[in-house]
């Protein structure tokens, strides 16, 4: 989704909202195209994990955390800030 003009992941763990820049650190691949393990999320293209609760790069070949964005729920859906 694009929000205030950049590309963001929206994650749905258990119910809570999580948000952080689509592209990964590592390559330029979309997170939201990668596999979601609980609170990790898996790049598609070459397999670096990030926790989307903190934006941690978790493996390599990432070593540069992505960006989280602060979430919240509203009558209209979910919030992301920007």
């Known amino acids: 989704m694009n929000v205030g003009g950049r590309e963001i992941a929206l994650y749905n763990v258990d119910g809570a909202y999580y948000a952080t820049d689509d592209v990964c650190t590592h390559d330029e691949a979309s997170l ?33 955390p992505v960006r989280t964005y602060p979430t919240r729920i509203s009558d209209a859906g979910v919030e992301v800030t920007v």
Do not use: M, Q, W
């Not at 195209?33 to 903190?54: K, Q, S, T, W, Y």
């Open 32 to 64: 939201a195209d990668g596999e979601l393990f609980g609170c990790i999320v898996e790049c598609p293209l070459h397999g670096a994990r990030f926790d989307v609760r903190n934006g941690k790069a978790l493996s390599l070949p990432a070593v540069y």
